[in-house]
């Protein structure tokens, strides 16, 4: 047991089945695509992309175990063309001889240069690997195009906190690969703390609980007992008394501050919940969506300020990233506001679920009209000095409104340009 113990605890229970499998059932979930491919044995190329520990590595390994295929494994920031290249030939002697698939399995893909991920598109195409590349980063931006174009990208989230538990509990109770051969006491708080505050990352929970575990002396009654505060420490968390309900609670509080233009209680409620764990990016997160719903237009620059405070927990980390967002939910909270932005959305969004006599007018059309008559002729704004008249709703939809201007911050000036474009006035705004 020595041996296995220098082996993480993440690492020896990762599941290599989908029984053992926690988590992600809008992937792998009965009848989603994921798993009908799996059924069917057409599982072709694929990204995987997700925060840490949601287990992008280990269902991809477990994939590659269920079709009977060839598993090579390499990570992108050690790997290089030279040993791309070399899986690819002995994929390709596999196939010839034995008629066997390959995978390759590329953890952190994001980090593969254009040069490196070139040199497999030939082997993909042809079906000679099947590519499976595993990153935190979003593809879409952060990888070549010609890689993405030719994969089934699936987007992985936090594993929920009872599939935490379940992991957890497994752990502490198999005594081949887990913790099973200790007298192990947990308390429920200090599990239930553990489950939640990981923030859905499996991989910090289990090697948290082993460090809890292996760290921790045996009572006079021969039993490792755990408590809250061991479980804490072991997490590098302080347990500021804050459960699930308590954590959405403050959430609410957060985003009720941004809306209500209190920057003293947004600066409190966002340091309440970062000092009892929570990571950063969730307030980021809220910010940018408040930016957008309860200031949009009145305040374009809100946005900007949100973004950025995101890209500052991303690039520079606690604690150099508190001040920037500090920064941004003053700036948010000291904004006009104005929720016109989500209504325009609302109702844009509930007539392209219902309307289906939408028939773009003849002059937007990409193609010619075999009737010039009828076809109409495009009339292009920059002739008339960057604005001029013309039908671009579909016919069924052109005396509709979605976004009208409130008349708070700079969304103001827009009132009377929007208004003059239309040639109409709401019922709010006659008289002024």
Same mark, same amino acid.
């Given at each position: ?7 993480? !605890? ?11 499998? $926690? &988590?992600?059932?809008? @992937? $792998? ?14 599982? &072709? %190329?694929? /990204? ?14 477990? @994939? ?32 010839? #001889? ?16 254009? +040069? ?12 000679? /690997? ?17 890689? *993405? ?17 379940? *992991? ?20 429920? =708080?200090?599990?239930?703390?553990? +489950? ?30 755990? =408590? ?48 009892? &764990?929570?990571?950063?990016?969730? /307030?980021?997160?809220?910010? /940018? ?26 690039? !520079? &980390? ?7 967002? +500090? ?12 929720? %016109? ?9 509930? =007539? ?5 006599? =939408? @028939? *773009? ?31 671009? #709703? ?6 509709? @409104? ?31």
């Amino acid at each position: 047991m020595e041996n296995v113990q220098r082996i993480p !605890l993440a690492e020896r229970m990762r599941a290599t089945s989908f029984e053992d499998f $926690v &988590g992600q059932q809008h @992937i $792998v979930g009965k009848n989603k695509l994921l798993y009908r491919a799996i059924s069917t044995g057409t599982v &072709g %190329s694929c /990204i995987f992309y997700g925060p840490p520990g949601t287990g992008k590595t280990t269902l991809a390994g477990i @994939i590659a175990k269920k079709l009977n295929a060839n598993i090579e494994k390499l990570n992108a920031v050690s790997s290089g063309v030279g040993d791309a290249k070399a899986v690819i030939e002995r994929a390709r002697s596999q196939k010839q #001889m034995f008629n066997t698939d390959t995978y390759l399995l590329l953890d952190e893909c994001h980090r593969w240069s254009k +040069a490196q991920s070139d040199c497999v598109l030939e082997a993909i195409e042809e079906g000679s /690997i099947f590519f499976i590349g595993s990153t935190t980063e979003n593809p879409y931006t952060s990888m070549t195009r010609a890689i *993405v174009s030719r994969c089934s990208v699936f987007e992985f989230k936090k594993v929920e906190v009872e599939d935490v538990k379940k *992991v957890l509990n497994r752990a502490l109770s198999d005594c081949e690969k887990g913790l099973g051969q200790f007298k192990v006491q947990i308390d429920d =708080d200090a599990l239930g703390f553990l +489950a939640f505050a990981c923030n859905g990352d499996v991989r910090t929970a289990l090697n948290s609980l082993e460090l809890a575990v292996l760290s921790t002396k045996c009572g006079k009654d021969k039993v490792i007992h755990i =408590d809250k505060n061991i479980m804490s420490e072991c997490l590098n968390v302080r347990p500021l008394s804050i459960d699930e309900s308590m954590y959405y609670d403050f959430l609410s509080a957060f985003c009720k501050s941004l809306r209500g233009s209190d920057s003293d209680a947004g600066l409190y409620y966002a340091f309440r919940l970062i000092k009892a &764990g929570i990571d950063p990016q969730i /307030i980021a997160r809220r910010m /940018i969506a408040h930016a957008s719903e309860d200031i949009g237009m009145a305040d374009s620059n809100a946005l900007l300020m949100a973004m950025n405070a995101m890209l500052a927990c991303e690039k !520079l &980390g606690a604690p150099e990233c508190y001040l920037n967002i +500090a920064h941004a939910i003053i700036y948010l909270c000291e904004a006009e506001k104005s929720n %016109s932005v989500m209504k325009a959305m609302h109702l844009a969004m509930k =007539d392209a679920e219902n309307e289906r006599d =939408d @028939i *773009v007018p003849n002059h937007l059309k990409n193609h010619p009209s075999t009737n010039k008559d009828s076809h109409g002729k495009y009339k292009y704004p920059h002739d008339f000095g960057g604005y001029t008249k013309q039908q671009y #709703m579909p016919d069924s939809l052109k005396d509709k @409104i979605y976004y009208v201007p409130s008349e708070n911050g700079r969304e103001k000036n827009l009132i009377r340009k929007k208004f003059s474009k239309n040639g109409f006035v709401p019922k709010d705004k006659k008289g002024d």
